[in-house]
C-alpha cells in the first residue's frame, strides 16, 4: 500500500473492534492513519484498506510539519484567512470563522492549483539532503495580487529552490487557483537556496511589485516584477555596515530555511522585515550571530529599515521576545506573519511551529 508521507511508524490493534487486526499509522506529518483490515487477500496475506486520519474532537489546528502560514482575508468578510505550506508540500486553506475577538478555524481543505491538488514533491533528486526527502515538498507560501487583476495570487517557494505564480483563478472559500507557472530570471527558472520563504513588497506605493528572496548563494536579494513570470534588475540588500544580507556561514542543506515577511513593523513608513529562522542560523553570520551563537533555537528576528523604501538599509536584528522571554521556537523553523488577528487594530505576529501548530502572539505581548 502506498502511503502519502515518509518515516512511518505503524502500531497493530483492533481499532474498530471487529476481532481483526487493523494499522494505526504515524507519520512525519504528525498524523496518525486508519489503515483497516479487510481480511485475507488473494495472496494470503492479510488485506488493508485506507480509511484516513485519526481525528479528536475541537483539536488545535495541526497544519502538517514545519508550517508556513500567508493570512489574507479571501470572503471579504474582514476576517483573515490562512494559506499554510509545509514539510509535506501540501497548500492548505483554512476559513476563518470568527468572532473577530477570539477566531476559530474551520477544517482544512487543500488548495487546488489546475484543478488538481497542490502536493510538492522532491522525487528521487530534488532535495539536497539526498533521496530519503524523496516526499518532502517544503511548500512556502505568500499572499499577493501579483498581475494587478484584483485577486490575491500565491508566490510559492519549496524544497527544490524553485518559485513558481499561483494565479487565482476565482473561488473564495476556498480559492482555487490555476496550475503553476515558473518565475524566471535571465531567461531561466528561477533556482536558489531551498525552504525560504519569498516576500513581495511594493517599495514606493505606486503599483510596481518587487520579490524579495535569498539567491543561489544564499543572499538576500530584491528583484523587480518585469512581467507575471518575469524577474529583472537584481540587487543583494545590504546590513548597515554595508556588507550583503547573508543569513548563515553553513553550507549545502543548512543554507536557506528563513522565513521573509514585509511589513512597516515600526510605523514609521519604511518597510521592514521580520524573520524566523532555523536554530543554526546565524544573523548577521559570523562568532555573534543569532540564533545560533545564543539560543541555539529557532527564533524570530526584527530587521528594521533604518535607510529608505529608495535605498533599504537594514539594521543588525533585534530578537523578538514574548512577555520578556526571548522566543525560542526548538530546531528547524519558526515562520512568522505579519496580521491583525484579533482586530485590535494592531500587528501581532502568526507563527508556523516545527510541531505543525499556530501560535498568535499579540503585540502587546511582543518586545524587541
Not at 488538481?116 to 514533491?121: D, E, G, H, L, T
Not at 503553476?180 to 519569498?198: D, E
Not at 510605523?267 to 540564533?291: M, W
Amino acid at each position: 500500500m502506498l502511503l502519502d508521507q515518509c518515516i512511518h511508524l505503524p502500531c497493530a490493534v483492533d481499532w474498530d473492534g471487529d476481532g481483526r487486526l487493523d494499522i494505526l499509522v504515524g507519520a512525519e506529518d504528525g498524523y496518525v492513519t486508519f489503515l483497516r483490515n479487510t481480511g485475507t487477500g488473494p495472496d494470503g496475506q492479510p488485506a488493508f484498506e485506507k480509511i484516513g486520519r485519526v481525528e479528536g474532537v475541537e483539536p488545535s489546528i495541526h497544519a502538517g510539519v514545519l508550517p508556513s502560514p500567508a493570512a489574507h482575508d479571501f470572503s471579504g468578510n474582514g476576517l483573515p484567512d490562512l494559506v499554510v505550506g509545509n514539510s509535506t508540500g501540501e497548500l492548505l486553506f483554512y476559513e476563518n470563522l470568527g468572532p473577530r475577538e477570539a477566531p476559530a478555524l474551520a477544517r482544512e481543505v487543500m488548495i487546488e492549483a489546475g484543478g488538481k491538488p497542490v502536493r510538492i514533491a522532491a522525487g528521487l533528486t530534488g532535495s539536497i539532503q539526498g533521496p530519503s526527502e524523496k516526499m518532502f515538498g517544503y511548500s512556502c507560501p505568500t499572499i499577493a495580487d501579483w498581475d494587478g487583476d484584483g485577486h490575491p495570487d500565491l508566490l510559492v517557494s519549496d524544497v527544490n529552490g524553485h518559485h513558481n505564480f499561483y494565479r487565482n483563478d476565482g473561488g473564495t472559500v476556498p480559492p482555487r487557483f490555476e496550475a503553476p507557472r515558473p518565475l524566471t530570471w535571465q531567461g531561466r527558472p528561477l533556482k536558489t537556496v531551498w525552504r525560504v520563504r519569498p516576500a513581495v513588497i511594493d517599495w514606493l506605493g505606486n503599483g510596481q511589485l518587487h520579490y524579495l528572496a535569498l539567491d543561489e548563494d544564499g543572499l538576500l536579494s530584491d528583484f523587480r516584477r518585469a512581467s507575471d513570470t518575469e524577474l529583472a534588475d537584481k540587487r543583494h540588500l545590504r546590513w548597515e555596515d554595508g556588507s550583503k544580507m547573508r543569513f548563515t556561514q553553513d553550507v549545502g542543506g543548512g543554507r536557506g530555511r528563513v522565513k521573509l515577511c514585509a511589513v512597516d513593523w515600526t510605523g514609521d513608513g519604511r518597510i521592514d522585515l521580520v524573520i524566523g529562522t532555523h536554530a543554526r542560523a546565524s544573523v548577521p553570520p559570523g562568532p555573534t550571530g543569532q540564533p545560533r551563537n545564543t539560543t541555539g533555537q529557532a527564533g524570530i528576528f526584527l530587521l528594521e529599515n533604518i535607510g529608505s523604501n529608495t535605498e533599504p538599509v537594514f539594521a543588525f536584528p533585534k530578537e523578538f521576545r514574548f512577555r520578556g522571554e526571548t522566543i525560542q521556537m526548538a530546531m528547524h523553523v519558526a515562520s512568522p506573519e505579519a496580521v491583525d488577528w484579533d482586530g485590535s487594530g494592531e500587528l501581532g505576529l502568526l507563527v508556523g511551529v516545527e510541531d505543525g501548530s499556530l501560535v498568535w502572539l499579540k503585540r502587546e505581548d511582543l518586545s524587541w
